[in-house]
């Protein structure tokens, strides 16, 4: 009985992610930047569902670059080691599809999920000793809200850029904030199977 269920579970959830869209694409935020990986299923013409990974690497407002004369080489001057990765569920809505006669689709999103932080030691040098050796790591919740407007492409290929804030609350202070919040402009690719 227990194999049955387990190879059942396995079949629907290959069944999803074959039904799904897979989209990638880039994050321009008020505190870093970054890149997303996103699946999404069609519920119905006006709303999807789906999942979204992100990574922000988080930036010092007064961060510099300055070079070193003697040696002709750049250094970061106020680095913060401070990376996110938000997992968020995604809702989307389409309000205008099917009324409007070209192909873009206005929409709304909410993304909502855990935000698991590393925070790195700045003082280290090396990649290792900064991110794995010294690093501490934290969860808190994030959500974002978005608008956006999603462009088909003759190949069935959707682009879809997207502006929205962003809420990263943290449970302790990290690097001088307790919280990340700030706007954010998304770039996505998906590739659509079938609109």
Not at 73 to 93: D, E, I, Q, S
Not at 118 to 135: H, K, V
Not at 168 to 188: A, C, E, K, S, V
Request: with cysteine; glycine share 10%.
């Amino acid at each position: 009985m227990k194999s049955k269920f387990i190879i059942s579970y396995f079949l629907i959830i290959c069944s999803a992610l074959a039904n799904s869209n897979t989209g990638a694409g880039l994050v321009f935020g008020q505190r870093g930047t970054g890149v997303h990986f996103s699946k999404d299923w069609k519920v119905n013409q006006k709303f999807y569902l789906g999942f979204e990974l992100r990574f922000l690497d988080i930036k010092n407002e007064n961060e510099q670059t300055a070079v070193d004369y003697f040696t002709g080489y750049p250094y970061t001057v106020g680095n913060r080691a401070l990376a996110m990765f938000p997992v968020y569920a995604k809702f989307r809505w389409l309000p205008f599809e099917g009324k409007i006669e070209n192909n873009f689709s206005p929409f709304f999103g909410l993304k909502i999920g855990p935000n698991f932080v590393l925070d790195g030691n700045e003082n280290e040098q090396s990649f290792r000793s900064r991110w794995f050796e010294s690093s501490e790591s934290y969860v808190s919740f994030g959500t974002q809200f978005v608008f956006g407007v999603s462009f088909v492409q003759p190949s069935g290929a959707i682009i879809s850029p997207s502006i929205g804030y962003e809420f990263l609350p943290l449970n302790q202070r990290l690097d001088g904030r307790d919280n990340y919040d700030g706007f954010t402009i998304n770039l996505n690719f998906i590739r659509n199977k079938r609109r």
